[in-house]
């Protein structure tokens, strides 16, 4: 069982930038694709990013391409959710997760066996 456990979340302007941080006990994540959902009131939970166990292929949902950027660090058992140029619409609870899947399921919340509790975003315009 693996353990995973948000952090950095909080209120910015739109323009502003935000770094979330998943730390994973318990377990190593090294084994598994680890990815970010994302979920806003009133709304389904989406993908937001996702990072294969070696770090070689990421996957980004088209809303976020060229403004947030998916890392991990499997020595420290660590994965990270760099969010640039903020928007309203990026408000959210966050979530990290991680599973053993193929790339082609990377996307699908489905797919994960392991989830966080979530950290709030909140952007202000």
């Known amino acids: 069982q693996v353990q995973l456990i948000e952090s950095g979340g909080g209120s910015v302007q739109a323009g502003g930038s935000l770094r979330l941080s998943c730390a994973a006990s318990?377990?190593?994540?090294?084994?598994?694709?680890m990815g970010w959902f994302r979920q806003a009131p009133g709304k389904e939970r989406e993908f937001v990013a996702a990072?294969?166990?070696?770090?070689?292929?990421?996957s980004y949902a088209d809303s976020v391409k060229g403004r947030f950027t998916i890392s991990r660090d499997n020595a420290k058992n660590t994965v990270a959710l760099q969010m640039n140029s903020l928007k309203p619409e990026d408000t959210a609870v966050y979530y990290c997760?991680?599973?053993?899947?193929?790339?082609?399921?990377?996307?699908?919340?489905?797919?994960?066996?392991?989830w966080g509790q979530g950290t709030q975003v909140t952007v202000s315009s």
């Open positions: 997760a991680g599973g053993n899947m193929g790339m082609s399921l990377m996307t699908r919340a489905y797919a994960y066996d392991y």
């Open positions: 318990r377990r190593s994540i090294s084994p598994y694709t």
């Open positions: 990072i294969t166990w070696s770090g070689s292929s990421t």
